[in-house]
């Protein structure tokens, strides 16, 4: 069980916008930075969103990130098939002392 | 540009060590705001992170692996390390190192990953 909850699946046709949702609690998301990472199929993950909604240099801004309270979400734009990939937010869990995952969710590009 | 490369034994025996090495190029991982980090991915699951460290010594483990994990950097030689005592299948997983921006930041460098399975 994650302690970030992140939706398993999300769908949506090309050219069309998804949002993939990441919970949490104060420990974590609401009094810390998150960032999202996208993992293509057979290769470590990439960064792609940092302090909740900074893209690295090279992330398109299709590609962007918001929080709010105890939850942050991804939201992409002009979905593309190469877009197809695993997303895991995370954080730093403040009561833990330790660095937490959400368990992932894979987007699929109907 | 920086780039990380991990290694180590891609078979172990339960109840055994495991011992995987990250070598770091392209900069130096004495660089201040950095630490460096391992985290795995058991086959069809999730990231779960192992523990960081920084260039002095500092660490940081995951409470459920703390007790068999051990992190250490080596700076004259510009890599870190990871020790994971007494493992099982479950330990089983893709481990990845990375570098993470200040302790609470993102980890923004991946190294390719290495498969360890866990079999007698």
């Known amino acids: 069980q994650s302690v970030l909850t992140q939706p398993p699946s999300v769908s949506a046709a090309p050219g069309q916008k998804v949002t993939i949702s990441c919970s949490g609690s104060s420990s974590n998301i609401g009094n810390n930075y998150v960032s999202w990472h996208q993992q293509l199929p057979g290769t470590a993950p990439k960064l792609l969103i940092y302090?909740?909604?900074k893209r690295p240099s090279g992330i398109p801004d299709r590609f962007s990130g918001s929080k709010s309270a105890t939850s942050a979400t991804l939201g992409i734009t002009g979905l593309q098939t190469g877009d197809e990939a695993d997303y895991y937010c995370g954080t730093w869990d403040s009561s833990l002392s330790a660095w937490v995952f959400g368990g992932g969710t894979k987007l699929t590009v109907l | 540009q920086l780039q990380l490369q991990e290694s180590g034994p891609g078979l172990v025996k339960p109840s055994e060590t495991l011992s995987l090495t990250c070598t770091v190029s392209g900069d130096s991982i004495s660089s201040s705001s950095f630490y460096w980090a391992w985290i795995r991915q058991p086959p069809g699951k999730g990231l779960e992170w192992i523990a960081s460290?920084?260039?002095?010594?500092?660490?940081y483990y995951n409470p459920s692996l703390k007790s068999r994990v051990t992190i250490s950097v080596d700076t004259s030689k510009n890599r870190f390390s990871l020790k994971l005592s007494s493992v099982t299948a479950a330990d089983t997983a893709l481990y990845y190192c990375?570098?993470?921006?200040?302790?609470?930041?993102?980890?923004?460098?991946w190294g390719q990953g290495t498969m360890v399975t866990v079999s007698s």
């Open positions: 460290i920084y260039y002095s010594g500092t660490t």
């Open positions: 990375a570098r993470l921006v200040g302790v609470t930041g993102a980890f923004d460098i």
């Open positions: 302090e909740n909604n």
